[in-house]
């Protein structure tokens, strides 16, 4: 069983930094995409980050892009969200969430469409 858990959130000034960690169990990193999704408050949820381990490729959203980085630690099953240069439009729940790529073939679609964990907040104070 796929399981995952966020922690980090918090309450930050615009223009701060905050990391984001997500221990993961259940799966194989090298098999699956892993990575953050987002969902502000009214709004729909929102990719943020895309990491396949398999060929190290990583994505990110057009809006966090030259902010956020994605990284993990195979040996503690845990993937990290360094977020910096935080805006208020940042604020949001955000899930770590993990999908089979064999069973989606893109990191987007196997993030969207797979496990995800429960949220942590983040609040960006203008």
């Known amino acids: 069983e796929v399981q995952l858990q966020a922690f980090g959130g918090g309450l930050v000034q615009a223009g701060g930094s905050l990391r984001l960690s997500c221990t993961a169990s259940?799966?194989?990193?090298?098999?699956?995409?892993i990575g953050w999704i987002r969902q502000a408050p009214g709004k729909d949820h929102q990719g943020v980050s895309c990491?396949?381990?398999?060929?190290?490729?990583?994505y990110f959203d057009e809006s966090v892009k030259g902010r956020f980085n994605i990284s993990s630690d195979k040996v503690k099953n845990t993937v990290y969200l360094e977020m910096s240069s935080l805006k208020p439009e940042d604020t949001a729940v955000y899930h770590c969430?993990?999908?089979?790529?064999?069973?989606?073939?893109?990191?987007?679609?196997?993030?969207?469409?797979?496990?995800w964990g429960k949220g942590t907040l983040v609040t960006v104070s203008s």
């Open positions: 969430a993990a999908g089979p790529l064999r069973a989606y073939g893109h990191c987007w679609l196997s993030l969207n469409f797979g496990s």
């Open positions: 259940g799966f194989s990193f090298d098999d699956y995409a």
């Open positions: 990491m396949s381990s398999s060929d190290g490729s990583t």
